[in-house]
């Protein structure tokens, strides 16, 4: 309902609104695929790498889509690898080959896993 309002306030066109929610879709599904999406245009930088950053680290990169304001409120951090996203940054031109353990997010490394029973076991140890 506020979506209505706001456009019908705004004089946004339904097109507009639609494109406008159809990109922060394409984005939000970007974000949790595994692969590394980087675009930039007009000075703006999107990456999925930093979106990922969030996941491993909640206290930095609290935007879903562009850091503009967690750089300018330095809760932004660079991505440290642990694992390697897929590259299909639109300056490759075209998806990198590599094996598809590659392309597991953060929370499907065993690793991670592994971690998660041994507090699981001590636990039901106490």
């Not at 309002?5 to 939000?28: D, E």
């Not at 970007?30 to 999107?46: A, E, P, S």
């Not at 330095?74 to 598809?100: F, I, N, T």
Request: include cysteine.
């Amino acid at each position: 309902m506020a979506v209505h309002i706001v456009a019908f306030t705004a004089g946004l066109h339904v097109a507009a609104v639609g494109a406008h929610f159809g990109f922060k879709a394409l984005g939000a599904c970007f974000n949790h695929t595994g692969y590394d999406v980087r675009v930039t245009f007009l000075g703006i930088d999107y990456s999925v790498r930093s979106h990922e950053t969030h996941h491993r680290k909640p206290t930095t990169n609290y935007a879903q889509y562009v850091m503009f304001w967690d750089r300018i409120m330095g809760s932004y951090r660079e991505y440290e690898s642990g694992w390697e996203a897929k590259d299909v940054s639109a300056a490759a031109g075209h998806a990198a080959d590599g094996p598809a353990a590659d392309r597991l997010p953060a929370w499907a490394d065993p690793a991670l896993e592994a971690r998660a029973g041994h507090v699981a076991e001590r636990a039901h140890a106490d």
